[in-house]
Nanobody, 122 residues
Framework: QVQLVESGGGLVQAGGSLRLSCAAS????????MGWFRQAPGKEREFVAT????????YYADSVKGRFTTSRDNAKNTMYLQMNRLKPEDTAVYYC???????????????WGQGTQVTVSS
C-alpha cells in the first residue's frame, strides 16, 4: 500500500501563500498519479489539482487555476501544492491522493492522506 501524509497547512491572510506537501511511502511513488482535493465544512469534497507520475500532465479546477501549482519530486517521494493569492473561499481541509491516472474524480484514487487544514482569513 501507499501511505500519504500532508503537511504545510495553517492560517494565512487573504492574498498570502502556502505550500502544502504530501509525503508518500510504501509502493513506488512514481508509478502513481497524484491529486489534491479539499473539503470545506458543510460542503462536498471537491477537486483541486492533479498531476501524472511524470508531471507531463496537470489539471486544475477552474476555481484555483492560475493561483495554485502542483508539482512532484519523485526522488523525494513528495508532491507539492503551491497556493498563491489565497482567498477565504479556499478555506478547507486539503487532502492528497494517489491513483492510477490523473483524473478529477475522487473515486478513481486508491490512497488518501489524513488532510491538512488551510484557513484563509479575510
Amino acid at each position: 500500500q501507499v501511505q500519504l501524509v500532508e503537511s504545510g497547512g495553517g492560517l494565512v491572510q487573504a492574498g498570502g501563500s502556502l505550500r502544502l506537501s504530501c509525503a508518500a511511502s510504501g509502493r513506488t511513488f512514481d508509478s502513481y498519479a497524484m491529486g489534491w482535493f479539499r473539503q470545506a465544512p458543510g460542503k462536498e469534497r471537491e477537486f483541486v489539482a492533479t498531476i501524472s507520475w511524470s508531471s507531463a500532465r496537470t489539471y486544475y479546477a477552474d476555481s484555483v487555476k492560475g493561483r495554485f501549482t502542483t508539482s512532484r519530486d519523485n526522488a523525494k517521494n513528495t508532491m507539492y501544492l503551491q497556493m498563491n493569492r489565497l482567498k477565504p473561499e479556499d478555506t478547507a481541509v486539503y487532502y492528497c491522493a494517489a491513483g492510477p491516472t490523473a483524473t478529477v474524480t475522487y473515486t478513481s484514487y486508491d490512497y488518501w492522506g489524513q488532510g491538512t487544514q488551510v484557513t484563509v482569513s479575510s
